[in-house]
């Protein structure tokens, strides 16, 4: 919980500190590469780790990841201008790229089926609690102590995830030769990067029918095609094929990626709609959002008894049709409704993913034993990372065609536009939001019928036999 921390009030920190980082370091063109490289460099960084992890074990990459994020916020601190920073903001994006992934794998390991949902719910908690207490901190540190104690703060919390994890997290992992995959580590990270950096630009900074598009994105595909063909003959892949040719795995990454689109579809503009349209404050803008991670804790912490129950599948099913339904009531919105109303569809959407991310990614690691167990959890992670850097794709191009905006057009603020116009646009991202979500619920139908009490696997660790303690 405590590494969990650092990665998600790093996520809602920085929004509310924008204008005083510009003020002091210049580059209000370059800003929004503050998120966007963050965002690259973590899901280029997500499936590399998980193959590490189950070759060296779990604590190492852990550690490394929470001294590679306070060393990438330390040097945050002490940017100069506004390239330097987003520099070192990609040095904090590869220590977010271990402990989000590295922390559910380790729940996997020391957690039984019974028990995960439960712990899941606890780290959905650590968010909904960064949702409210993240822009916040943010605010009073721009205005009060300086922006760069926003990034200062991960130290002494980094700290004291550090000596927790060394004090009280042990592992026996089984020492033996390993061959690791350097060539296949380097296209995928490549081919990721290219692909999560076209996906970004694309339809906002040049239109897919440029250049540009067809040089990032056909790199990205070349480097791909060519990090599959070493992949399949590696000796230690750091993608093995069964990622994709198993069923349950193939399930559970899909319903990741599309998690990953609805939700930064509604976090990039339900903050937008309530303050241009409904003409609400930042903070209550803010707070409606973070209905949506309270919903999904409160929603999480039960759903282990359900899928307990009903099967992984079911309560999945359940919670894709619930969080389509909160999505859909969105589209209900206009210039106006009351924020109120928009805080009760955010409460929906996140109880829904309490109920289908939890039983999907207990399903996905209850499949695997803890040698694959690192590789299956940061392939779900890193599905997630691609849904989302084609969700903020496909929210922009939506929005930009809404608002009849022209690709690569600068100096375009909300306040050029009416509440009315503002909130045709937001719905037409939440219309996106929706199909997302109804297609998650045709993704969890792929998945296997029911897995109850979990597998071989998980009764193993039940019995106090796998690989930690």
């Not at 002091?24 to 973590?42: E, N």
């Not at 899941?120 to 009060?144: E, I, R």
Request: charged share 10%; net charge positive.
């Amino acid at each position: 919980m405590l590494s969990t921390a650092l990665v998600a009030i790093d996520a809602t920190i920085l929004a509310t500190a924008v204008n005083a980082i510009v003020g002091d370091l210049g580059g209000f063109t370059q800003f929004p590469w503050l998120f966007s490289v963050y965002l690259l460099s973590q899901a280029v960084a997500v499936p590399i780790y998980g193959k590490i992890a189950d070759l060296v074990g779990r604590k190492k990459v852990m550690l490394f990841g929470v001294a590679m994020f306070v060393l990438g916020s330390i040097l945050c601190g002490s940017a100069w201008n506004m390239t330097v920073l987003i520099v070192f903001r990609a040095i904090q994006g590869l220590g977010a790229g271990a402990v989000q992934p590295i922390g559910m794998t380790i729940i996997g390991d020391i957690y039984t089926v019974a028990e995960r949902a439960k712990v899941q719910g606890y780290l959905a908690g650590v968010w909904a609690a960064a949702s409210v207490v993240g822009p916040t901190l943010g605010g009073v540190f721009a205005d009060h102590l300086g922006w760069r104690w926003i990034f200062w703060i991960n130290v002494p919390l980094g700290a004291a995830a550090a000596v927790v994890l060394i004090r009280r997290f042990t592992e026996k992992v089984t020492r033996k030769p390993h061959r690791i995959d350097y060539a296949g580590a380097a296209l995928l990270a490549i081919g990721s990067a290219l692909l999560v950096l076209g996906l970004l630009e694309g339809g906002t900074r040049w239109s897919w029918t440029s250049w540009q598009s067809g040089v990032v994105l056909g790199g990205a595909l070349v480097a791909l095609l060519a990090a599959i063909w070493v992949e399949r003959h590696a000796a230690e892949p750091m993608l093995p094929g069964w990622v994709l040719s198993d069923r349950t795995q193939r399930s559970a990454n899909l319903v990741g990626l599309l998690v990953g689109i609805v939700l930064i579809s509604l976090t990039t503009y339900i903050p937008l709609y309530g303050q241009s349209a409904l003409h609400t404050s930042a903070l209550v803008a803010g707070l409606a959002l973070a209905a949506l991670t309270m919903g999904w804790p409160l929603a999480a912490t039960n759903a282990g008894r359900l899928y307990l129950k009903i099967g992984f599948r079911s309560t999945a099913l359940i919670g894709a049709g619930i969080a389509a339904a909160g999505a859909a009531s969105l589209l209900l919105l206009g210039a106006g409704s009351s924020i109120w109303q928009v805080a009760v569809s955010c409460f929906v959407t996140g109880v829904g993913m309490g109920l289908l991310v939890p039983p999907t990614m207990v399903a996905l690691q209850s499949a695997v034993p803890w040698e694959r167990r690192g590789v299956a959890t940061g392939a779900n992670m890193f599905a997630r990372s691609i849904g989302s850097a084609l969700g903020a794709a496909m929210s922009g191009a939506l929005a930009n065609a809404a608002l009849s905006v022209p690709v690569g057009a600068s100096g375009i603020q909300p306040g050029m536009f009416s509440a009315e116009q503002i909130s045709t646009a937001a719905r037409t991202v939440f219309l996106g939001a929706t199909v997302a979500a109804v297609l998650a619920v045709a993704a969890v139908l792929l998945m296997p019928r029911d897995r109850r009490g979990g597998g071989e696997h998980d009764r193993t660790a039940a019995r106090g036999h796998d690989q930690p303690s």
